[in-house]
């Protein structure tokens, strides 16, 4: 008899909040990222995928290229450091992204958003590694975020089921 493969909740299985300082995206530059302030748990639920919402504020008019970028950065062996160690401390990293070896999804958002307004999308099927891992979120919106953007970002993780 042939199993048949689907989807199925993981271990966060509604939408989660991804731990931010409560500041860290006041008027994020472009080209600026952020880094979560607590990783998101995997080592145990090990689910191989992830959708990640996000919903923030913007301070200026997105135009047509504007889009968030979503990083992953697995704790590393030694247990303490996240990804390539560059990304040391949660909050706002001015002029810098991760490296692109932790790129895991680009989301185009909405041309013409204008100034106190937000841009809303999902990460879709996001493949995530077998460890905890902190979520890094990249500007590239060609402007900043407002003062005080509002900023949500929530994750759910899926799993395979082969018993259909």
Do not use: C
């Not at 145990?44 to 979503?70: K, Q, Y």
């Not at 990083?71 to 390539?84: H, S, V, W």
């Not at 005080?148 to 089921?161: C, D, E, G, M």
């Amino acid at each position: 008899m042939a199993s048949l493969l689907t989807l199925a909740a993981g271990g966060i299985s509604s939408w989660t909040a991804i731990s931010f300082g409560t500041s860290a995206f006041n008027s994020l530059a472009a080209n600026s990222s952020v880094v979560a302030s607590a990783a998101v748990a995997n080592a145990t639920n090990l689910d191989p995928f992830a959708d990640i919402s996000f919903v923030m504020t913007v301070g200026g008019t997105t135009v047509v290229g504007s889009s968030l970028s979503l990083f992953l950065l697995p704790l590393n062996q030694d247990g303490t450091t996240y990804g390539d160690g560059r990304t040391t401390s949660s909050g706002a990293l001015s002029g810098v992204f991760p490296a692109g070896s932790y790129l895991a999804a680009v989301a185009g958002v909405q041309v013409g958003v204008t100034s106190g307004n937000t841009v809303v999308g999902t990460f879709r099927r996001v493949e995530l590694p077998r460890a905890d891992f902190l979520v890094a979120i990249g500007n590239g919106l060609t402007v900043a975020l407002a003062a005080s953007p509002a900023v949500t970002i929530k994750i759910q993780t899926t799993r395979l089921n082969l018993n259909g």
